[in-house]
């Protein structure tokens, strides 16, 4: 999963792109309005060249025949649609959002990554990754991401009436929240080790993913680096509402609240 069998995809940026905006974590939710309007916002302005999405978009996502009804998945559809009319977008899985298929991806006009992806950009070689496959103390995750990535098992639950797919979600997310409440519960952090393998393997210095909701830039040693993106909930106080932006001047957070 993290030794040298990892297969890195690589994209190489056209020479026009100037900036490239990368997110995460937005956790997008029909009752959760704030972040919704603030990711509106951002998108109808955003001056980037590209736009990456490095997982959880959304809270989750139960199959793409959802945004194919009224309703909110399709409204978030129309405006990826709308803002890759202006520039291309890339959607990579995260943890909540591994349903999202070519479906969506052409309804919505975006581009499908491989986790994870080389960035080729202005001659630096940035790693791309949503992160939780790097959490290796995280075992029970590990375990239960092996057999929901698999063919049979997405195919078993998209069979699933839609409705009976949203009740398995509301309550697979009660689950969750239930598990952040329980005492003496530390979540595990991506592996610094397995974090440098990857890179040395890209040929990169530095990772850029998300996932794991701990803004911060990590020293690794040897000049390696990872970069970790903020999650958004623009109802919290203060808000949070962050992208970051690669360029020439190279990584740069952006607050947009």
Known sequence: MTDDATVMAELVAPASWRT?????????????????????????TTPADALFILGDLFEVWIGDDAA?????????????????????????????????????AAQSSFRLLDDPTV???????????????????????????????????QAAFLARPLEE?????????EQSEARKHTPG?????????????????????TLIHG???????????????????SDWDAAAHPPRAQVLCLSTAGAQRVDLR
């Not at 709308?82 to 959002?97: I, K, Q, W, Y």
């Not at 797919?165 to 997310?173: G, H, I, V």
């Not at 794991?212 to 020293?219: C, D, F, K, L």
């Open 119 to 153: 960035l080729v950009l202005h001659g630096t070689r940035w790693l791309l990754s949503h992160g939780d496959i790097l959490c290796l103390e995280d075992t029970d995750y590990l375990a239960f991401r092996a057999q929901v990535r698999t063919p049979e098992w």
């Open 20 to 44: 490239v905006d990368l997110l995460s974590d937005l956790h997008l939710q029909a009752h959760e309005p704030a972040t919704f309007d603030a990711w509106r916002g951002y998108l109808e």
């Open 165 to 173: 797919r949203r009740a398995l979600a509301r309550s697979m997310r």
């Open 68 to 104: 194919a009804q009224p309703g909110f998945e399709a409204e978030c559809a129309e405006l990826l649609r709308s803002t890759a009319e202006r520039l291309p977008v890339f959607f990579m899985h995260g943890n909540r959002d591994f349903l999202v298929g070519p479906a969506l």
């Open 185 to 205: 519960m530390v979540w595990a952090d991506v592996d610094n080790e397995a974090a440098r393998a990857w890179l040395r393997q890209a040929d990169a210095d």
């Open 211 to 229: 996932h794991t909701h701990r803004p911060a830039h990590h020293e690794l040693g040897d000049g390696l680096q990872r970069i970790v993106l």
